[in-house]
């Protein structure tokens, strides 16, 4: 997998069923120690709460975890859980809180109820794409300078540092799988007088 998508930023919002406030909130998490201290938070805050049901899945170690925090088995953490698979969006912590306003839902009230407050809680956040992108590095003689680097931004590259000495030397983020392709490209296109050196890869939202 080269791209995954997540969570852009914290998102949260709210609505009232049949008296029953709910407040979905969602957090980018990118580890389990994460998404559990996210929850801890929106239990203190919310610590007078009738429930506060949460799911949670993080791509690295392949954990998903949900909650039905008191709510009939079934009715709560899964169907929120479920909003995030079927966006398929990754490393999230969402955490639905609920304040019972007297009137019961039944199951398939509920599920909707929870399902409806993940999902605007998750279009609150934004959703981002996480690309592998790998760090690309370049020695570059003046002459050629600038017409390697509009090359390079016209191939996808994003420039991250350029400093001058004997030669310009320049580093960049590409795409993965764009890398050997750039690779070539600026290597014929200067006779073989420039070539790239691949660093790390490292998902990122760029």
């Known amino acids: ?6 969570p852009a930023r914290d998102g949260i919002d709210e609505f009232v069923e049949k008296r029953s406030r709910f407040i979905g909130a969602v957090r980018y998490t990118k580890t389990e120690e994460e998404a559990l201290a996210f929850v801890a938070e929106i239990n203190e805050k919310h610590k007078t709460a ?10 690295e170690n392949n954990i ?17 859980l479920d909003v995030f698979r079927k ?4 490393d999230f912590c969402c955490v639905v809180t609920r304040y019972f306003g007297g009137t019961l839902l039944g199951a398939g009230g509920l599920v909707r109820a929870y399902s409806h407050a993940a999902k605007i809680g998750l279009d609150a956040a934004g959703i981002a794409v996480m690309r592998l992108w790998t760090y690309g590095t370049l020695s570059i003689p003046y002459n050629l300078f600038e017409i390697v680097q509009k090359a390079l931004v016209s191939l996808g590259a994003k420039l991250q540092s350029t400093d001058y000495g004997a030669e ?5 983020l590409i795409p993965s799988e764009e890398f050997d392709l750039v690779s070539e490209k600026i290597f014929d296109m200067t006779s073989g007088r420039v070539i790239t050196h691949r660093g790390e890869d490292r998902f990122m939202a760029v």
């Not at 997998?1 to 997540?6: A, C, H, L, W």
């Open 87 to 90: 966006e398929e969006v990754f």
């Open 1 to 6: 997998m080269t791209s995954f998508k997540v």
């Open 50 to 59: 009738t429930h506060n049901v949460y799911a949670y899945s993080i791509r």
């Open 168 to 172: 310009v030397s320049v580093s960049f």
């Open 64 to 80: 998903m975890r949900y909650s039905d925090n008191g709510e009939p088995q079934g009715t709560a953490g899964l169907p929120v």
